[in-house]
């Protein structure tokens, strides 16, 4: 199946600092790109959909500023943690559909703001 | 999107055939059942999906009920490493459709 991967796989920041995650589709073009959130012990929570050449759709109670996302190519979407506090503090994965219809995910990026 | 019901846990012999229930009532005609599991602190992986026909791929079976409104995942002969929270999801099919997770069913396979 298709392969997606996240950069970093685990992150310790600064209260304050922003935070930069990879999310990269390696062997197949993906126009939209999602963006989940995991808190211990639950299940996946979707917080944006990141599209290639324009802005991204947040899902309702996601603070667009606090949470960038940038699609700028067909197989890169980024998702920036600006001014991270301790709450931001998850495990943050991407995702990507491929021709066949079948999502793929990335392995994740574990958060820890001090 | 479809809501959908599975039991919290289940627990399986290693060796042994795990059937792991869905419930979707709600279900359109234009919705697919599809399948993930998400093992401890990784990302979530495709397993399987289908229309109404019955499916199997290398990793598992999905049987569908004729009216649609229930499914089964079989995992023929679970092993160890298949324990893992399996996720149900019913959506309609395309391009940039997003998927809701629920709660799901933490299956814990055991020796």
């Known amino acids: 199946g298709a392969v997606v991967s996240q950069h970093p796989s685990r992150v310790i920041c600064k209260s304050g600092t922003s935070v930069k995650i990879e999310c990269r589709s390696l062997?197949?073009?993906?126009?939209?790109m999602f963006w989940y959130r995991q808190f211990p012990k639950q299940s996946l929570m979707l917080m944006a959909t990141?599209?290639?050449?324009?802005?991204?759709?947040?899902e309702q109670g996601v603070e667009k500023d606090k949470f960038l996302i940038n699609h700028a190519s067909l197989t890169l979407s980024t998702l920036t943690v600006t001014s991270a506090h301790p709450e931001d503090s998850s495990f943050y994965i991407c995702s990507a559909w491929d021709f066949q219809n079948e999502q793929f995910f990335g392995p994740g990026t574990r958060l820890t703001v001090l | 999107d479809a809501k959908t019901t599975q039991p919290p846990s289940m627990d399986c012999a290693e060796g042994r055939a795990a059937n792991l229930p869905c419930n979707h009532s709600t279900i359109s005609g234009n919705e697919y059942v599809y399948w993930y599991r998400q093992i401890h602190s990784q990302g979530p992986q495709y397993i399987i999906h289908g229309l109404k026909n019955n499916e199997t791929n290398e990793m598992a079976s999905l049987i569908i009920t004729e009216d649609r409104k229930s499914s089964t995942l079989i995992l023929p002969h679970a092993t160890l490493r298949d324990t893992a929270v399996y996720y149900c999801?019913?959506?309609?099919?395309?391009?940039?459709?997003?998927?809701?997770f629920g709660t799901g069913t933490q299956l814990k396979v055991e020796l």
């Open positions: 990141s599209n290639e050449g324009s802005k991204a759709t947040y």
């Open positions: 999801i019913v959506r309609v099919t395309g391009g940039g459709n997003k998927l809701t």
């Open positions: 062997d197949f073009q993906a126009t939209t």
